[in-house]
């Protein structure tokens, strides 16, 4: 909305809840979670990561019948592994072994996420738009490793909201049919606004 994109899904701020859609507290705590510019209010007490994906389904199969020959960007920026660390009970029961509490959420949510990434791709294979498809994850900043976050950038000195390498480096793939099967690592710096022009050059 506002940002040269035809819609919007999703919330306003940060670290709210993955079910409510609220955040805050006490006298400041607001539900935030819109449908474009209106307030969707249904979908509180769904998963968040659920409510992504069947919305991201939905666009996939929309495009598919009404303009599969024109280019479509989707950008999912996903809640997840952000803090309150919340996910399905199911995934939550997969590290039961864990004494760390929050690392067993951690992994929980970031299991979650996977189901999510895994709900994106099935989409695009329904819709016969994989072959054509460009899937760039990456995250935005290095894992939280304070008392409630739960995360461990060992051996990089550093968390989110340092400078240091372990809140400055992130996890990223790029995956495409068009690529062909041989995979490749690089280990060069890259920075998120490196993508675009990658991309771009890419397509020509």
Partial sequence: TKRGFDSHY?????AEDYYSKTIGGGRNKGYDFHDN???????NGTYSGDLYADRADRIFRAHAAESPDSPLFLY??????????QAPQRFQDLYAGESNVNRTKLKAVASAMDETVGKL???????GM??????LFLGDNGGASGAAGGASNYPLRGSKGTLWEGGVRTPAFLHSPLLGTEGRTESSIIHVTDWLPTLLRSST
């Fill in 10 to 14: 999703g919330f306003w701020n940060g």
């Fill in 37 to 43: 510019l209106a307030v969707d209010f249904t979908a």
């Fill in 121 to 127: 791709v099935a989409s695009l294979k329904a819709t």
């Fill in 130 to 135: 994989y072959e054509n498809s460009i899937v």
């Fill in 76 to 85: 999912f920026a996903m809640q997840a592994t952000h803090t309150p660390l």
